[in-house]
């Protein structure tokens, strides 16, 4: 698995633009009015992880395939958009669908670039949006619950624990607040994910700024980044023109421009990182001469869950996971060093990959 994450914002606010050099494609129309970006545009990119190069150089593995996460470019969205202003219903079904948000926000003054609300105030911009998350959310709150009432008077025990979840967000977005800061058990985690709540998508705030700051940010994107601390969200600072640059470079070019900025790393790198912690994502790996290959999973997925990514046949008939640690297969030049040193470990059911795991799967036909 890789993961989904809409990328939305109000108009203006350069997430075509992002969008078009993270997929390093023209596939979304980047233009200075609102709703130019009508149908979602979905673009795949590969995840950068350095480890997967090393682990195909020490196998002499013929092909690298890297984990792969998905971007989705929503249309942008304005005030009344929870009563279908605008392109308001599209962009929340949109939504729906993602893993997680990454909300761009405007940090730079640009007066050739409008506003759609003749300002540039980025804490505003994130209200403006999670207003109609958390107003579309009550509704959908309002509506589930009324089918419930029936059920619930009949005894129905799950009807109720539901009811209960639904009480418990409207509880939050009353108080105005959105439904992920409702504290919610691990056994009420997957009725929890079922009620598909807007405002309980994980938010990542990507900071879009000039390209003279985008190493240190600026005084918006300090104020976002403080909001998001307070949210226990988090915030990138990237720079959406340069973005836009360095995908039209060679590697070895966008690594020298980056360096001249005092960038470390492109803001797709720092994006999927982000989005890795914020969603709870780690990878492991399968090595071999045919391919090494990088794969997505959450902290804590078991051993059989983790083979099940691959297909599900290596989940039903799982035995055992042969089992080397990254900095083992490194240290020990490979499998078979890592083997001879005692390095490789058969682990079983209970088992929870860990990042950076090097796994060969045992499973019954």
């Not at 939305?8 to 979304?28: E, H, I, M, Y």
């Not at 984990?67 to 392109?87: H, P, W």
Request: hydrophobic residues 40%; contains cysteine.
């Amino acid at each position: 698995m890789g993961f989904k994450t809409g990328i939305v914002g109000l108009p203006n606010v350069g997430k075509s633009t992002l969008f078009n050099a993270l997929t390093r494609t023209a596939a979304a129309q980047a233009a200075n009015f609102p709703f130019c970006t009508i149908e979602p545009n979905i673009g795949e990119v590969s995840v950068p992880d350095a480890r997967l190069d090393k682990l195909a150089e020490i196998a002499g593995s013929a092909k690298i395939i890297p984990a792969r996460m998905t971007f989705v470019d929503i249309a942008g969205l304005v005030k009344g958009a929870s009563k279908g202003e605008g392109l308001g219903n599209q962009f929340l079904a949109n939504i729906r669908e993602c893993d997680a948000i990454a909300h761009v926000l405007r940090c730079f003054e640009d007066d050739d670039v409008t506003h759609v609300d003749g300002r540039v105030d980025p804490i505003e911009d994130a209200e403006t949006i999670e207003t109609e998350l958390m107003l579309a959310d009550l509704e959908s709150i309002e509506r589930r619950q009324a089918n419930l009432v029936r059920k619930i008077k009949g005894g129905d025990k799950e009807a109720a624990a539901q009811n209960d979840l639904l009480d418990r967000a409207r509880t939050a977005i009353e108080a105005g607040k959105p439904a992920r800061t409702v504290e919610i058990a691990a056994d009420e985690k997957k009725n929890w994910d079922m009620l598909q709540l807007l405002s309980a998508k994980p938010v990542l705030y990507v900071c879009n700024v000039e390209e003279e700051n985008a190493a240190e940010g600026n005084a918006h994107s300090a104020r976002v980044a403080k909001m998001a601390a307070e949210q226990g969200a988090a915030a990138v600072v990237i720079s959406a023109a340069i973005e836009e640059e360095i995908s039209q470079l060679a590697r070895e070019e966008a690594e020298m421009f980056l360096d001249e900025l005092g960038l470390h790393e492109a803001g797709l790198d720092r994006i999927i990182k982000a989005g890795y912690e914020l969603l709870g994502l780690q990878t492991y790996f399968t090595v071999g001469p045919k391919e090494a290959r990088a794969w997505t999973i959450r902290k804590g997925t078991s051993a059989p869950q983790a083979a099940g990514v691959i297909h599900g046949d290596f989940e039903k008939g799982f035995i055992r996971a042969e089992t080397i640690s990254y900095e083992d297969y490194l240290t020990y030049n490979g499998e078979q060093g890592a083997k001879e040193a005692g390095k490789m470990r058969a682990e079983g059911k209970t088992y929870k990959v860990m990042d950076g795991d090097v796994l060969h799967f045992l499973f019954s036909k």
